[in-house]
T-cell receptor, first 109, second 116 residues
Framework: GEDVEQSLFLSVREGDSSVINCTYT??????LYWYKQEPGAGLQLLTY?????DMKQDQRLTVLLNKKDKHLSLRIADTQTGDSAIYFC?????????FGTGTRLKVLA | GAVVSQHPSWVICKSGTSVKIECRSL??????MFWYRQFPKQSLMLMAT?????????EQGVEKDKFLINHASLTLSTLTVTSAHPEDSSFYIC????????????FGQGTRLTVV
């Protein structure tokens, strides 16, 4: 079946850039998403990219997609303490979405 | 983006009772809705996919008699946790997908269920 993998933890200093990576197996994925989840809260959609794009930038967020390697990344520029959360990538198949394992980002002041 | 409303946001119930969680797409029609469960510090596990007017498709290992899903209209799906037990305590999240394959899905804010 489909598989979506992320590294579990990432720690960065405030002001640095964060890069969160995601690999997936389903080559038919059309939409690829990044979600943020703060403790005890639901999912917040950060951004998403359509599979015919290589890059998408939205303010401090940059999404890179390498379809050949089935690799998705999220770069957060000028990371702030408020960015500390769990970040999930999600990929869409024809009829359902599969989530990655989540990356816990910790921002050190 | 489109709005998906999930209700209630949190609920506490006694063991043995049933709890119903609603998922509504407020400004679009969703032929397909998904229900996910999230254990503490873990990812979201897809429980089932429901299509309007037909029976839900459950993922392997999910008890369909335990987690009843109804998708009676294009804007509403419900998840009923029957005869709840403490191990059913979890965070349940729904998402609704616009009509057609390979379309965007939007997520509710989640429901935290605690069974005591």
């Amino acid at each position: 079946g489909e598989d979506v993998e992320q590294s579990l933890f990432l720690s960065v200093r405030e002001g640095d850039s964060s890069v969160i990576n995601c690999t997936y197996t389903d080559s038919s994925s059309t939409y690829l998403y990044w979600y943020k989840q703060e403790p005890g809260a639901g999912l917040q959609l950060l951004t998403y990219i359509f599979s015919n794009m290589d890059m998408k930038q939205d303010q401090r967020l940059t999404v890179l997609l390498n379809k050949k390697d089935k690799h998705l990344s999220l770069r957060i520029a000028d990371t702030q303490t408020g960015d500390s959360a769990i970040y999930f990538c999600a990929v869409s198949g024809t009829y359902k979405y599969i989530f990655g394992t989540g990356t816990r980002l910790k921002v050190l002041a | 983006g489109a709005v998906v409303s999930q209700h209630p946001s949190w609920v506490i119930c006694k063991s043995g009772t049933s709890v119903k969680i609603e998922c509504r797409s407020l400004d679009f029609q969703a032929t397909t809705m998904f229900w996910y469960r999230q254990f503490p510090k873990q990812s979201l596990m897809l429980m089932a996919t429901s299509n309007e007017g037909s029976k839900a498709t459950y993922e392997q290992g999910v008890e369909k008699d335990k987690f009843l899903i109804n998708h009676a209209s294009l804007t509403l799906s419900t998840l009923t946790v029957t005869s709840a037990h403490p191990e059913d305590s979890s965070f349940y999240i729904c998402s609704a997908r616009k009509q057609g394959p390979n379309t965007e899905a939007f997520f509710g804010q989640g429901t935290r269920l605690t069974v005591v």
